[in-house]
C-alpha cells in the first residue's frame, strides 16, 4: 500500500556522515567556517567574481568523491549519467554474488551493519524492557550449540498438538478432527502464520478510510506465483518438491511416503498459485476494492461458514456494518472450489508444510543447509553469515523497538527537525506550481491544494513515540520473550502481532500509525503514503544524505530535496491522484483536466519506451508514476533551492570542482545518488519487473526534460540532454 522510493543502488560518495552535526550546513561562511581559499583566487582570475571555495573537512571530502566519480571526457550534454558517474561504473568491482554496488547500496549496508551492532551488544540492566528482549533474542538464535541440543522436540510437539502432520503420523491421522478454519484459528493461538490459504488484514477502508475495515486477499505462497503455475516439471517446481520431501524426511518422515503425499500437496498449492491475480492487478486500488457486508459475502461464496470462522479468528462478533473487502473475486470463488474437491489429508499436509517450512531458520544445521542448497540452486543466493540472518531476523519481529533503539542511539537531535524544513520549503514550491500550471481547471486546482496542504509530515525521520519509554513498554507489554529456545520465541513474537493486527478492528483509524511508521526506521527508503496522505522519510536515509554541517546546501537540497519532492509528487501521479486529500479513494478531477492528465501522461510513456539498454526497450507504462515523481521532485528541489539561495546568498564551490557553478553542482549531486553498477542480469531483472526506471534513466529522463537543467549547462538544443520535445506535468 505504500509507495516506495529507493532501496537499491549507491556509492562511496556521502563518507561524510557525522554523528555529531548539529544543523543541516549553514552555508554563509562566516557562521560555519567555510573559508575563501586566496591563495586559489589568485591563480584562476575567472572564479574570482564567486569569491568563495568551501575548504571545510566535509567540503573537501564530498569534492573528491565527486570527482572520483565522473567522467569528466564525457560531453554533460550527451550523456549526463555518464558523466557525473562514469568513472564510478568503471572502477566498481563487484564482488561474487554482489548484485550491484551504489551510492545507496553503500549506505544501506553501513545501517545494516548499524542494525546488527545494536542487537549485538550486552544487556544493560537498566535497559527497557524491550530492548532487553530484543538481545535474548539474538543470543538465542545465535546459540547453535543449543539450538542442536533442542533439535526438531518442540516443532514436532507442536505439530502434533495441532492434530499432526498427516504424513508423519500416517495411519493415526484422525481426518474427522480436521477442518481447515479450525486449524487456522489453532496456528493462531500457537503463533503460527496464518496466511496459507487466505490472507486477511484490518485495513483503512479506501474510500472511508476514518473507518477500520477486513481485507481478505489471497494466499501467500511457499515459491513465487510465477514458478509454480509452470507447474511440477518446472525446474524451480521440482526443486522446491525435493526440499519439501528431503525436510519432511528429517522430521522423521518415510521418504516413500512423504514423496506421494507431497506430491499431492504441492498439486494444491500449484492450484492456489493458479487461481491467485497477478501482483501488478493486485496492487491496483480500484481492482482490488470489493466491499461488502457479511451477509453478502456469505451468499457470494456459500461454501465457508464465513460468520463463524471471522468471529473466532478475529475473536469479535463481525455485525452487519463492518466492511469486508475482497481483493479478488474470483480468487475466493477460486478457492471455494478447490477446497471443496481437495481431501482435508491434503490441506492438513500443505498447510502443516508451510509452517514448518516457515520454521526452517529457527532449527538445526542440518536443515537449515538443505534450505540453503534449495535456495542456491533456485535463486543462486549465496549462504548469508548466522549473525545476518538473526539480525534481520529480530528486525524483521521487533522493527519498532529496534526503530527505537536505532534513533536513540545514531540519529542525531536535528535531524528531523532539518528534514522538517526542506519539507516546509518544498511544499511551498509545490503549491507555487499549483497556482501557476495552466492545464489544470480552478475547481481540481483547488482540490490539489487542499490535497498538498494535508500531506501529513509528522512521522518523518522517526515518529516521536520512539524516544517515549512509556509508550514503547505498554506497547510491549504483553509480550514475553526470553533467551529458552530461538522457535518459541518467534512463535511469541508472531502471535503478538497478529493480535495487535486484529485488534485494530474497533479503533478508530490514525493517519499516523506509529507502531507501522517506526517499523522502517533503520532501512533506507521513503515513501508516500496515499491512504494516510502522508509521507515519510527514514531518519537513516535523511542523515546519511545530508552529510556533515559543513557543506553547500546544494548538496542537500538535491539528495535530499529531490527525494522529499519525488514523494510528495507521488501524491499526484497516475495512481496517488486517485485519493482525496483524506486518503479516500475518491475521483476529484474535473473531466476536462483529467483528459489533459492522461495526455501528459502519455508523453512519458512515449519517451520512456524509447529508452533501450542492450538493444532491449524500456517499458515506460511500468515506470510511469516512478518518471512523474522524479520529474516533478527535481523540479520543485531545484526551485527551492534557488529560494533559498535567494535569501541566504551564493555559495562557495567546491575545491578541484571550481568550474561548476552552485547550480551545476546542484544536478551533479543528484546524479551522484543514482550512481550505480549492476550485473547484467540484475539490470534486465529491474528493467522487466521494478516500477522505478533503471538508475540511467532516472537521471537522463528526468533531466533531459527540464529546461533548467540544459540551460544551467548550456546545452544546445537538440543535444540528448536537451530534445527538442519535453514532457512536462507537475
Ligand atoms: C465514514 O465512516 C464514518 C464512521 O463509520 C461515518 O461516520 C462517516 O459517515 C463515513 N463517511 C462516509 C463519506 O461514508
Ligand atoms: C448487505 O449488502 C447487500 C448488498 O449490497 C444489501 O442488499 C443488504 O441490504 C446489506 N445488508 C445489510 C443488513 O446491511
Ligand atoms: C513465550 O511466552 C510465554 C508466555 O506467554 C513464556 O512463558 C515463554 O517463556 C516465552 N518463550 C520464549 C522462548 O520467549
Ligand atoms: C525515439 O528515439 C529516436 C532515436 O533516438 C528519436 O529519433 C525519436 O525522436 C524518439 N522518439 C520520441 C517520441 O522520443
Ligand atoms: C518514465 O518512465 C519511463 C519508463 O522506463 C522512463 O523511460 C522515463 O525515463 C521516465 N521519465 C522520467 C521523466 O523519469
Ligand atoms: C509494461 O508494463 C505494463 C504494466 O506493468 C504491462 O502491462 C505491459 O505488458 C508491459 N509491456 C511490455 C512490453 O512488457
Ligand atoms: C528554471 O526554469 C523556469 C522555467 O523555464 C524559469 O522560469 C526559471 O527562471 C528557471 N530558473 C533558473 C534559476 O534559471
Ligand atoms: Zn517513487
Same mark, same amino acid.
Given at each position: 500500500?505504500?509507495?516506495?522510493?529507493?532501496?537499491?543502488?549507491?556509492?562511496?560518495?556521502?563518507?561524510?556522515?557525522?554523528?555529531?552535526?548539529?544543523?543541516?550546513?549553514?552555508?554563509?561562511?562566516?557562521?560555519?567556517?567555510? +573559508?575563501?581559499?586566496?591563495?586559489?583566487?589568485?591563480?584562476?582570475?575567472?572564479?574570482?567574481?564567486?569569491?568563495?571555495?568551501?575548504?571545510?573537512?566535509?567540503?573537501?571530502?564530498?569534492?573528491?568523491?565527486?570527482?572520483?566519480?565522473?567522467?569528466?571526457?564525457?560531453?554533460?550534454?550527451?550523456?549526463?549519467?555518464?558523466?557525473?558517474?562514469?568513472?564510478?561504473?568503471?572502477?566498481?568491482?563487484?564482488?561474487?554474488?554482489?548484485?550491484?554496488?551504489?551510492?545507496?547500496?553503500?549506505?544501506?549496508?553501513?545501517?545494516?551493519?548499524?542494525?546488527?551492532?545494536?542487537?549485538?551488544?550486552?544487556?544493560?540492566?537498566?535497559?527497557?524492557?524491550?530492548?532487553?528482549?530484543?538481545?535474548?533474542?539474538?543470543?538465542?538464535?545465535?546459540?547453535?550449540?543449543?539450538?542442536?541440543?533442542?533439535?526438531?522436540?518442540?516443532?514436532?510437539?507442536?505439530?502434533?498438538?495441532?492434530?499432526?502432520?498427516?504424513?508423519?503420523?500416517?495411519?493415526?491421522?484422525?481426518?474427522?478432527?480436521?477442518?481447515?478454519?479450525?486449524?487456522?484459528?489453532?496456528?493462531?493461538?500457537?503463533?503460527?502464520?496464518?496466511?496459507?490459504?487466505?490472507?486477511?488484514?484490518?485495513?483503512?477502508?479506501?474510500?472511508?478510510?476514518?473507518?477500520?475495515?477486513?481485507?481478505?486477499?489471497?494466499?501467500?505462497?511457499?515459491?513465487?506465483?510465477?514458478?509454480?503455475?509452470?507447474?511440477?516439471?518446472?525446474?524451480?517446481?521440482?526443486?522446491?518438491?525435493?526440499?519439501?520431501?528431503?525436510?519432511?524426511?528429517?522430521?522423521?518422515?518415510?521418504?516413500?511416503?512423504?514423496?506421494?503425499?507431497?506430491?499431492?500437496?504441492?498439486?494444491?498449492?500449484?492450484?492456489?498459485?493458479?487461481?491467485?491475480?497477478?501482483?501488478?492487478?493486485?496492487?491496483?486500488?480500484?481492482?482490488?476494492?470489493?466491499?461488502?457486508?457479511?451477509?453478502?459475502?456469505?451468499?457470494?461464496?456459500?461454501?465457508?461458514?464465513?460468520?463463524?470462522?471471522?468471529?473466532?479468528?478475529?475473536?469479535?462478533?463481525?455485525?452487519?456494518?463492518?466492511?469486508?473487502?475482497?481483493?479478488?473475486?474470483?480468487?475466493?470463488?477460486?478457492?471455494?472450489?478447490?477446497?471443496?474437491?481437495?481431501?482435508?489429508?491434503?490441506?492438513?499436509?500443505?498447510?502443516?508444510?508451510?509452517?514448518?517450512?516457515?520454521?526452517?531458520?529457527?532449527?538445526?544445521?542440518?536443515?537449515?543447509?538443505?534450505?540453503?542448497?534449495?535456495?542456491?540452486? +533456485?535463486?543462486?543466493?549465496?549462504?548469508?553469515?548466522?549473525?545476518?540472518?538473526?539480525?534481520?531476523?529480530?528486525?524483521?519481529?521487533?522493527?519498532?523497538?529496534?526503530?527505537?533503539?536505532?534513533?536513540?542511539?545514531?540519529?542525531?537531535?536535528?535531524?528531523?527537525?532539518?528534514?522538517?524544513?526542506?519539507?516546509?520549503?518544498?511544499?511551498?514550491?509545490?503549491?507555487?506550481?499549483?497556482?501557476?500550471?495552466?492545464?489544470?481547471?480552478?475547481?481540481?486546482?483547488?482540490?490539489?491544494?487542499?490535497?498538498?496542504?494535508?500531506?501529513?509530515?509528522?512521522?518523518?525521520?522517526?515518529?516521536?513515540?520512539?524516544?517515549?519509554?512509556?509508550?514503547?513498554?505498554?506497547?510491549?507489554?504483553?509480550?514475553?520473550?526470553?533467551?529458552?529456545?530461538?522457535?518459541?520465541?518467534?512463535?511469541?513474537?508472531?502471535?503478538?502481532?497478529?493480535?495487535?493486527?486484529?485488534?485494530?478492528?474497533?479503533?478508530?483509524?490514525?493517519?499516523?500509525?506509529?507502531?507501522?511508521?517506526?517499523?522502517?526506521?533503520?532501512?533506507?527508503?521513503?515513501?508516500?503514503?496515499?491512504?494516510?496522505?502522508?509521507?515519510?522519510?527514514?531518519?537513516?536515509?535523511?542523515?546519511?544524505?545530508?552529510?556533515?554541517?559543513?557543506?553547500?546546501?546544494?548538496?542537500?537540497?538535491?539528495?535530499?530535496?529531490?527525494?522529499?519532492?519525488?514523494?510528495?509528487?507521488?501524491?499526484?501521479?497516475?495512481?496517488?491522484?486517485?485519493?482525496?486529500?483524506?486518503?479516500?479513494?475518491?475521483?476529484?478531477?474535473?473531466?476536462?483536466?483529467?483528459?489533459?492528465?492522461?495526455?501528459?501522461?502519455?508523453?512519458?510513456?512515449?519517451?520512456?519506451?524509447?529508452?533501450?539498454?542492450?538493444?532491449?526497450?524500456?517499458?515506460?507504462?511500468?515506470?510511469?508514476?516512478?518518471?512523474?515523481?522524479?520529474?516533478?521532485?527535481?523540479?520543485?528541489?531545484?526551485?527551492?533551492?534557488?529560494?533559498?539561495?535567494?535569501?541566504?546568498?551564493?555559495?562557495?564551490?567546491?575545491?578541484?570542482?571550481?568550474?561548476?557553478?552552485?547550480?551545476?553542482?546542484?544536478?551533479?549531486?543528484?546524479?551522484?545518488?543514482?550512481?550505480?553498477?549492476?550485473?547484467?542480469?540484475?539490470?534486465?531483472?529491474?528493467?522487466?519487473?521494478?516500477?522505478?526506471?533503471?538508475?540511467?534513466?532516472?537521471?537522463?529522463?528526468?533531466?533531459?526534460?527540464?529546461?533548467?537543467?540544459?540551460?544551467?549547462?548550456?546545452?544546445?538544443?537538440?543535444?540528448?540532454?536537451?530534445?527538442?520535445?519535453?514532457?512536462?506535468?507537475?
Amino acid at each position: 500500500m505504500v509507495s516506495s522510493f529507493v532501496a537499491l543502488a549507491l556509492s562511496i560518495i556521502y563518507l561524510n556522515h557525522s554523528c555529531n552535526a548539529k544543523n543541516l550546513p549553514s552555508i554563509l561562511p562566516e557562521k560555519n567556517g567555510l +573559508v575563501a581559499n586566496s591563495w586559489r583566487l589568485l591563480q584562476n582570475s575567472e572564479y574570482e567574481k564567486d569569491n568563495l571555495f568551501c575548504l571545510s573537512n566535509g567540503c573537501v571530502k564530498v569534492a573528491a568523491s565527486l570527482i572520483n566519480n565522473m567522467d569528466q571526457s564525457v560531453d554533460p550534454c550527451d550523456d549526463f549519467y555518464q558523466f557525473a558517474c562514469g568513472n564510478f561504473i568503471k572502477n566498481s568491482i563487484l564482488e561474487d554474488n554482489e548484485k550491484l554496488r551504489g551510492t545507496l547500496s553503500l549506505i544501506a549496508k553501513k545501517i545494516e551493519n548499524q542494525r546488527r551492532m545494536i542487537v549485538n551488544e550486552p544487556i544493560q540492566p537498566d535497559e527497557l524492557r524491550p530492548f532487553k528482549m530484543i538481545k535474548l533474542q539474538f543470543k538465542s538464535c545465535m546459540d547453535q550449540e543449543k539450538i542442536e541440543k533442542i533439535g526438531l522436540g518442540p516443532m514436532k510437539e507442536m505439530l502434533k498438538s495441532l492434530g499432526g502432520w498427516p504424513l508423519l503420523e500416517a495411519e493415526n491421522w484422525d481426518e474427522s478432527k480436521f477442518t481447515w478454519m479450525d486449524s487456522l484459528n489453532s496456528f493462531k493461538e500457537m503463533g503460527l502464520k496464518i496466511n496459507y490459504l487466505l490472507k486477511i488484514s484490518i485495513t483503512p477502508d479506501f474510500k472511508n478510510r476514518t473507518k477500520a475495515a477486513i481485507f481478505l486477499d489471497q494466499a501467500s505462497l511457499g515459491l513465487q506465483n510465477q514458478h509454480l503455475v509452470q507447474g511440477r516439471d518446472y525446474r524451480a517446481v521440482d526443486k522446491y518438491y525435493r526440499y519439501m520431501v528431503d525436510i519432511s524426511v528429517l522430521f522423521g518422515a518415510d521418504r516413500q511416503r512423504a514423496t506421494e503425499e507431497l506430491r499431492e500437496s504441492l498439486d494444491f498449492e500449484i492450484e492456489l498459485a493458479k487461481i491467485s491475480i497477478p501482483p501488478e492487478e493486485a496492487s491496483d486500488y480500484l481492482k482490488t476494492y470489493n466491499p461488502m457486508n457479511i451477509t453478502f459475502l456469505q451468499q457470494k461464496f456459500p461454501s465457508i461458514p464465513w460468520q463463524e470462522f471471522l468471529n473466532k479468528l478475529l475473536n469479535q462478533f463481525i455485525r452487519q456494518d463492518d466492511i469486508i473487502i475482497v481483493s479478488s473475486l474470483e480468487y475466493f470463488s477460486g478457492l471455494e472450489a478447490l477446497l471443496s474437491k481437495t481431501p482435508k489429508r491434503v490441506q492438513a499436509n500443505y498447510m502443516m508444510w508451510r509452517s514448518v517450512d516457515d520454521a526452517v531458520k529457527c532449527l538445526t544445521g542440518e536443515l537449515r543447509q538443505i534450505k540453503q542448497t534449495f535456495e542456491t540452486l +533456485v535463486f543462486g543466493t549465496i549462504e548469508v553469515p548466522r549473525w545476518k540472518e538473526c539480525a534481520d531476523l529480530s528486525f524483521e519481529l521487533f522493527n519498532t523497538a529496534i526503530g527505537s533503539m536505532y534513533v536513540r542511539r545514531y540519529i542525531n537531535e536535528n535531524t528531523k527537525n532539518n528534514a522538517l524544513e526542506i519539507v516546509n520549503d518544498i511544499r511551498k514550491e509545490f503549491y507555487k506550481m499549483l497556482l501557476s500550471n495552466e492545464w489544470m481547471d480552478d475547481e481540481t486546482r483547488k482540490s490539489a491544494m487542499d490535497k498538498a496542504k494535508l500531506i501529513l509530515a509528522n512521522d518523518i525521520a522517526y515518529p516521536d513515540e520512539l524516544l517515549d519509554d512509556g509508550k514503547l513498554n505498554s506497547y510491549y507489554e504483553n509480550l514475553e520473550v526470553n533467551d529458552q529456545d530461538i522457535y518459541t520465541s518467534v512463535l511469541n513474537l508472531t502471535k503478538f502481532s497478529t493480535d495487535y493486527e486484529f485488534s485494530k478492528l474497533r479503533k478508530p483509524v490514525n493517519k499516523l500509525d506509529w507502531v507501522y511508521n517506526s517499523g522502517v526506521v533503520p532501512v533506507l527508503n521513503a515513501f508516500y503514503n496515499p491512504q494516510g496522505n502522508s509521507i515519510l522519510f527514514t531518519a537513516s536515509m535523511l542523515q546519511e544524505l545530508s552529510f556533515s554541517n559543513d557543506v553547500p546546501r546544494y548538496m542537500v537540497y538535491s539528495s535530499i530535496g529531490s527525494i522529499i519532492g519525488h514523494e510528495i509528487t507521488h501524491g499526484f501521479d497516475n495512481s496517488g491522484r486517485k485519493f482525496d486529500m483524506h486518503g479516500n479513494l475518491a475521483n476529484w478531477w474535473q473531466e476536462e483536466t483529467n483528459k489533459r492528465f492522461l495526455e501528459k501522461e502519455k508523453c512519458f510513456i512515449k519517451q520512456y519506451d524509447n529508452y533501450t539498454i542492450d538493444g532491449h526497450k524500456l517499458n515506460g507504462t511500468l515506470t510511469l508514476g516512478e518518471n512523474i515523481s522524479d520529474m516533478g521532485g527535481l523540479k520543485l528541489a531545484y526551485n527551492a533551492y534557488r529560494e533559498w539561495v535567494k535569501v541566504h546568498g551564493n555559495e562557495p564551490r567546491l575545491p578541484g570542482l571550481q568550474e561548476y557553478t552552485p547550480q551545476q553542482m546542484f544536478w551533479l549531486s543528484t546524479a551522484n545518488v543514482y550512481c550505480s553498477k549492476e550485473d547484467t542480469a540484475v539490470m534486465h531483472f529491474l528493467r522487466k519487473y521494478d516500477g522505478h526506471s533503471l538508475s540511467r534513466f532516472r537521471v537522463i529522463g528526468s533531466f533531459s526534460n527540464l529546461k533548467n537543467f540544459s540551460d544551467d549547462f548550456r546545452c544546445p538544443l537538440g543535444s540528448n540532454m536537451n530534445p527538442t520535445n519535453k514532457c512536462q506535468l507537475w
